[in-house]
């Protein structure tokens, strides 16, 4: 933090606060020191204002909590004056180096322009002409007046983009918080993290600052686990033709006109509509520079001259409404001919002078990875090394490639309940995730599969039109600031998008009737713990685990509920018993009382008999409810039940089907979804699981109060060093190379659908050999004796030869029906996107029904021609008779 940094960072030089113990400053010093204040307390400028004003008590630290991040020796001249009044000084450079401090702080927090800049300034000359008349009275020597190296004060290049950088490098959780507060004067979200600061009218932002002592503590954060939770943001990832509107747009900040003030600050934002409706009357088409930036940001310009179009618009602006001896009009010009000269300059310059210091290679157009184009706004899965069970949830903010030639995404992060810190009796919808402030990067190879994640308001009212029906759906409604461990409720989706897709919406596929919304326990309140946690405690911490994945698990406290809060729902009652079966009828044969749950056997399965029970939802064996393990998934994908055992200590089979209530312990089974390694693989896996019981009542599958079971294995590290490296490297290991162990075998993946003949095809193709066989057996029997041994050898070489040229063309249309098969997967892929499934299947049907009407008509033209050559035989046996017989068989 920039603070803990302000605090431990060392001085530029040694504080001489405290010297030798002797003192080397002469009576004749301490009353020059005295004369030197005094005259700085009395100085006026020439139009009559104090210049020390400013300086003479520290800085309100609740008004201005920021100074003291930036400041690290805040100095007063009252802290001077109590120090010449208590002789602190050992030497006289100590004092010299405190006033210098005076001079110096104001510089580097404020701005060149501001008041109290100049008034610095001004100080600063009057404490050396001082300083120069003690040298002349001999009071003080030439090296004792001179004012210190206190370190490097930004320049006015320096601080220039100041406001587009720290658009470009905060954490986005600030302007998400601005655009809500734009749309919403309501301020319940102006302790979001991340929130812009008030800052007095002057002060400099504390992003230039920091940044230069960031790297100084790259080191720490990274030992650090709770200096994660403060780190990552998308990275600045600018394409050539931004980087030349970023470095135009700097450019115009250098020119000030004959008062010293920047003569960009006219055109920063337009007149407040209230106070100057008349503008707005006489300008049709309004533009500000920050109208501009955000068009920047939200990667509306494609080229240089979009955004210049918008620049020569606000200058026109400026000279239609203003006169033309006014110091706007005069800026306007002078600003428009400077923008224009800076645009031909930076469309010179190659491409090669904006590529990103470290390499990066931008891909607005996304990433193409496994046959599948990831992009930003994407919602993704990406493997979670803390639990490979839980991926984290998150969306595309950045794409890139670096110069080793990886492909790269950053991403933000969704929380799960039970990743964060809230209070205990909290409550979330089903399949809940909460947006963080952590955006980080990830090596394109970590996404596991997409998902979606929609807000709470549209969440009960529909589906994403064409979103596969086995990928996850989330709702949203909360932002979680980790500084704070509080959930604040989002008031604007669209702030919480990237600048890229927020101008754009989902078509929906709508429910009939509005899904009802149903809050449940927060799943990890078993972690409260009763009469010992108190309002009073602090806020207790997560436990952080791999350096790149959130939190292994969050915490609970009962912390006095925040205004903002509300209240936990209503429990819902308990619903009445049902009604006790009506009486058996007398004349019953006495065998049908076996019909009645109440005289079943107990050792009968009758978990399909109950009517009220689904099967995806299995009865515990004894009252203790076991709970569901609480992920965002389908809710087919937990089955309570109690027959597992400890780790590594399974139970034999002939216990698991009895009933021993006190003995076992409750554990639920999580049906896991297929290894990260294959891709896709969330589908929703059935249960089939039957649960003998014995007339015990159903109880719930749910229960906040006890812990989730473990639902990834490991051997002792004993155990699985014994096991050899090479066995060990064949299965999935986690990051200290011990196996991994799963509750549930991974979901089967659908095989592909082979292109091919149909049966009747085949039986046809066979028909027809058979026939051209029997043809040519015909032909050698109809055929004369002589050289039928010539013939039957010239016949089976032709059969030889017609059966090795089957075998290579049936080889070959094997090569060919691969290729094709393939090649057809691909082109429906690119046609019809994520139906290419269902349009294949279609077309593979008419294309069956038209090969049968082909076959049906192949056949009939067949018998035809067999007919006809029968007839031709038949017509040349009796033709030898005589003329009046061939006439009579012709007709």
């Known amino acids: ?72 020796e805040p100095m007063a001249l009252s802290t001077i004056k109590a120090n010449i009044h208590s002789k602190v000084y050992k030497s006289f450079e100590g004092y010299v180096r405190d006033f210098a401090l005076v001079s110096h702080n104001a510089q580097v927090y404020n701005r060149p322009d501001s008041g109290a800049y100049q008034d610095a300034l001004i100080i600063k000359d009057v404490l050396e002409k001082e300083l120069a008349k003690l040298v002349r009275d001999n009071v003080i020597t030439a090296e004792q007046a001179k004012l210190p190296f206190l370190g490097e004060i930004p320049t006015q290049e320096d601080i220039i983009m100041e406001e587009v950088e720290e658009e470009d490098d905060a954490d986005p959780e600030a302007s998400d918080v601005e655009e809500e507060e734009d749309e919403d004067d309501d301020v319940d979200d102006s302790d979001e993290e991340g929130g812009k600061r008030k800052r007095r009218k002057g002060a400099r932002g504390t992003g230039a600052i920091t940044k230069r002592e960031k790297k100084k503590d790259v080191d720490k954060e990274d030992d650090d686990p709770e200096s994660r939770k403060k780190r990552g943001r ?9 980087a030349r509107i970023k470095e135009v747009l700097k450019g115009m900040r250098k020119f000030k006109n004959s008062s010293n003030t920047l003569m960009v600050y006219h055109f920063e934002r337009l007149p407040d509509k209230a106070v100057m409706p008349e503008y707005y009357n006489d300008v049709k088409t309004p533009m500000a520079l920050d109208m501009i930036k955000k068009k920047l940001k ?114 933000c992060w969704y929380y799960r309940p039970e990743q964060t810190v809230h209070r205990y009796d909290r409550h979330f919808f089903e399949d809940e995730v909460v947006k963080t402030g952590q955006y980080r990067d990830h090596p394109i190879d970590e996404i596991v599969d997409r998902c979606f994640v929609m807000f709470f308001t549209r969440y009960n009212k529909g589906r994403p039109r064409n979103f596969p029906a086995d990928k996850e759906i989330y709702v949203c409604e909360a932002r979680y600031n980790e500084e ?92 009445p018993p049902p009604p006790p079966p009506p009486p058996a009828r007398p004349a019953m044969p006495a065998h049908s009382s076996s019909y009645n749950s109440e005289h079943r056997p107990s050792n009968i399965n009758i978990s399909g008999a109950n009517m009220h029970q689904q099967s995806s939802a299995h009865t515990p064996l004894h009252p203790q409810p076991s709970p569901a393990t609480y992920t965002p998934s389908h809710r087919s994908q937990y089955q309570t039940h109690s027959a597992s055992p400890a780790p590594l200590q399974p139970m034999p089979p002939q216990q698991q089907g009895q009933f021993h209530p006190p003995p076992l312990t409750p554990h639920s089974s999580y049906k896991a979804p297929a290894p990260v390694s294959q891709v896709g693989q969330y589908s929703t896996p059935q249960s ?18 006890v812990p989730p079971p473990i639902e990834v294995w490991h051997l002792p590290d004993s155990a699985n060093v014994s096991i050899p490296e090479d066995v060990r490297s064949q299965f999935q290991c986690d990051e200290a190379g011990r196996i991994l162990f799963f509750t549930a075998p ?24 058979e026939m051209l066989r029997a043809k040519r057996k015909a032909d050698s029997l109809n055929s ?39 090649a057809t997967v691909a082109e429906y892929r690119a046609i019809y996107g994520e139906g290419w499934k269902e349009a294949m299947e279609r077309e593979l049907q008419e294309l069956e029904r038209k ?41």
């Open 234 to 242: 998308p990275p600045r990832v600018d394409t050539p033709m931004e």
């Open 298 to 411: 939200r990667k509306k310009y494609t080229t240089l001259e979009q955004c210049m179009k918008d620049l020569e618009i606000m200058f026109e602006n400026a000279k239609s409404y203003n006169q033309d001896e006014s110091q706007v009009y005069k800026d306007a010009v002078y600003l428009q001919k400077e923008t224009r000269k800076l645009a031909e300059e930076v469309k010179a310059k190659p491409d090669t002078d904006y590529v990103m210091e470290d390499g990066r290679l931008p891909m607005p157009d996304g990433i193409l990875h496994n046959g599948e184009l990831w992009k930003v706004g994407d919602w993704v899965h990406i493997q979670n090394a803390n639990d490979l069970t839980k991926p984290i949830v998150a969306q595309i903010y950045r794409t890139w490639q670096d110069q080793d030639g990886a492909k790269w995404i950053n991403a």
């Open 1 to 72: 933090m920039a603070t803990d940094r302000a605090s431990k960072s060392p001085s530029p030089i040694p504080t001489t606060e405290f010297g030798q113990d002797g003192s080397t400053v002469t009576d004749s010093q301490w009353a020059a020191m005295q004369t030197v204040l005094n005259f700085v307390y009395q100085y006026r400028t020439p139009e009559g204002e104090d210049p020390s004003k400013l300086f003479q008590r520290k800085v309100n630290k609740r008004v201005l909590p920021d100074y003291y991040s930036v400041i690290k």
């Open 746 to 769: 991974p979901a089967a993946s659908e095989p592909r659908t082979r292109l091919g003949h149909t049966a009747k095809y085949l039986a046809y193709k066979l028909k027809r050999e």
């Open 784 to 822: 004369g004796t002589e050289g039928k041994a010539r013939k039957r050898a010239k016949s089976e070489e032709m059969v030889a030869q017609e059966r090795v040229k089957e075998q290579a063309r049936l080889k070959a249309m094997e090569v060919m029906e691969d290729a094709l098969a393939d």
């Open 484 to 575: 704070k461990h509080k959930l604040n409720k989002i008031k604007t989706w669209a702030s919480c998008l990237p600048d890229e897709v927020r101008d754009k919406d989902y078509e929906m596929d709508l429910f009939e009737t509005q899904k009802k919304m149903k809050k449940v326990p927060s799943p990890i309140k078993y972690l409260f713990k009763e009469g010992e946690q108190k309002e009073t405690d602090e806020l207790p911490k997560p436990v952080w685990g791999a350096p790149n994945a959130p939190p292994k698990i969050g915490a609970v406290h009962m912390r006095p509920r925040d205004p903002k809060d509300s209240p936990p729902p209503e429990p819902t009652p308990t619903p």
């Open 851 to 891: 090969q049968g009407e082909a076959g049906k008509l192949r056949e009939e033209r067949e018998r035809v021609e067999h007919e006809w050559k029968t007839r031709e035989r038949e017509a040349l046996a009796i033709r030898g008779l005589g003329g009046n017989l061939e006439l009579v068989v012709k007709r």
């Open 688 to 705: 089939n699981y039957a649960q003998p019981r014995g007339g015990m009542p159903p109880a719930s599958g749910y229960n906040a109060a």
